[in-house]
Structure formats: structure tokens, C-alpha cells
């Protein structure tokens, strides 16, 4: 099993829809959670960062954890096709020098217009 | 605004070849870091640097060494490819000290091994 799964779509949702993009894991010490945004070519991006439970919110984007469930989601509402990428959860724990980010496996997304 | 920059966007290698990859930031980053991404795994760290001349391995380092000579440039080395090395190389940076890792990546190097 892996440590975090993330299912890997393909998701198409039509430009306005509010998406609903989750991970799961196992490792309990995970306290920092983060989620990046790669379009086509191009290498990963921060787009939102939390540190244990709660949501934080950044416009159209939400990012949620919920540690009792080890479950995180990424909410983006009134999408737009610009918002057509690959979404990558990632998370670590804080433990000396082994801080690390495990990835998940990334969901693709296309917003139609 | 480019912040990590990969030397390399496409190579194509024959098998057997050196191959080497580059990377350097200009953010002053203590940590370094070389991954590899391929369909259905998701990115799996190959070996990472939390100072100058200090290597760590990662999940996946055989057949791979790095090199980090200076603060900013981060190497990846092969020291014979294989085609079994056909990915997409990322390299990333990140502060050291408390907190969470947040990594600062470059477009990535398309390596292709016939």
C-alpha cells in the first residue's frame, strides 16, 4: 500500500463546476500538507500549503485536512480552463533531517470550456 | 523570474552513455533535490542535498550518483543509461530549518534512452 494515494483521474468537469480533488494516507506523523499544480511540460508549482488540520482558502482554491480521517482535499470552484493541469498532493512530517515530501501519484484535470 | 533552472529541457542518450543533468537557484536554497517522474508513480526522489559537498540517497538512487560542489548547482550523474532511465528529471530546492519542505522545482529534463 502505498503511503499516499491519489486517484489519478482523468477528472473533466465544464468550465464553472466546482472540482473536488482528495488524498489519502497512512502515516500518521505527516503534519504539513501541501498541493501543487503542473501544467503540460513544465514542473510542479506551490499552490496551496497547510500545516495540520483545518482549511485555508486562497481565492478560488480550498485546501482542507482533516488528520482523524488522514484524508486532505483541494476544492477549486468557478473553474476555468486555465485551470487545466495535473494536481499533486504532497505531505511530511517534521522529523531532523528527514523531511522529505512524499507525493502523490497527481490527478489530471480538464476544464472544458 | 526563473528560479531553478534545468540546463537541459530534452536529451536524447544511447544506451551505455554518461549522461549528466544540471541544475542551479538563485534562492539561496540549503536543500537540493533530484527526482524523477514517469506515468502512474508519481514523482519518486532519486537523492537530495541538505548542504554543499552532503548527499543523501533517496528512494530510488541506483544507477544514479549527484555531485554538489557549490551552494546553487546541483548534478545529477548516469553513469551508463539505460533505457530503463527514460523519464522526466526534476530538480527542486527548498529552504532548510524548521517547517514544512516547500519545494521550488524546474521545468523539468525529458530524457530519452534508445
Known amino acids: 500500500q502505498k503511503e499516499v494515494e491519489q486517484d489519478p483521474g482523468p477528472l473533466s468537469v465544464p468550465e464553472g463546476a466546482i472540482v473536488s480533488l482528495n488524498c489519502t494516507y497512512s502515516n500518521s506523523a505527516f503534519q504539513y500538507f501541501m498541493w501543487y499544480r503542473q501544467y503540460s511540460r513544465k514542473g510542479p508549482e506551490l499552490l496551496m500549503y497547510?500545516?495540520?488540520?483545518g482549511n485555508k482558502e486562497d481565492g478560488r482554491f480550498t485546501a482542507q485536512v482533516d488528520k482523524s480521517s488522514k484524508y486532505i482535499s483541494l476544492f477549486i470552484r468557478d473553474s476555468q480552463p486555465s485551470d487545466s493541469a495535473t494536481y499533486l498532493c504532497?505531505?511530511?512530517?517534521?522529523?531532523?533531517?528527514?523531511?522529505?515530501?512524499?507525493f502523490g501519484s497527481g490527478t489530471q484535470l480538464t476544464v472544458l470550456p | 523570474d526563473v528560479k531553478v533552472t534545468q540546463s537541459s529541457r530534452y536529451l536524447v542518450k544511447r544506451t551505455g552513455e554518461k549522461v549528466f543533468l544540471e541544475c542551479v537557484q538563485d534562492m539561496d536554497h540549503e536543500n537540493m533535490f533530484w527526482y524523477r517522474q514517469d506515468p502512474g508513480l508519481g514523482l519518486r526522489l532519486i537523492y537530495f542535498?541538505?548542504?554543499?559537498?552532503?548527499?543523501e540517497k533517496g528512494d530510488i538512487p541506483e544507477g544514479y550518483s549527484v555531485s554538489r560542489e557549490k551552494k546553487e548547482r546541483f548534478s545529477l550523474i548516469l553513469e551508463s543509461a539505460s533505457t530503463n532511465q527514460t523519464s522526466m528529471y526534476l530538480c527542486?530546492?527548498?529552504?532548510?530549518?524548521?517547517?514544512?519542505?516547500?519545494?521550488?522545482f524546474g521545468a523539468g529534463s525529458r530524457l530519452t534512452v534508445l
Open positions: 497547510t500545516y495540520s488540520s
Open positions: 527542486a530546492s527548498s529552504f532548510g530549518g524548521a517547517g514544512a519542505n516547500v519545494l521550488t
Open positions: 542535498s541538505y548542504d554543499v559537498k552532503m548527499k
Open positions: 504532497a505531505m511530511s512530517s517534521f522529523s531532523g533531517s528527514a523531511r522529505q515530501l512524499t
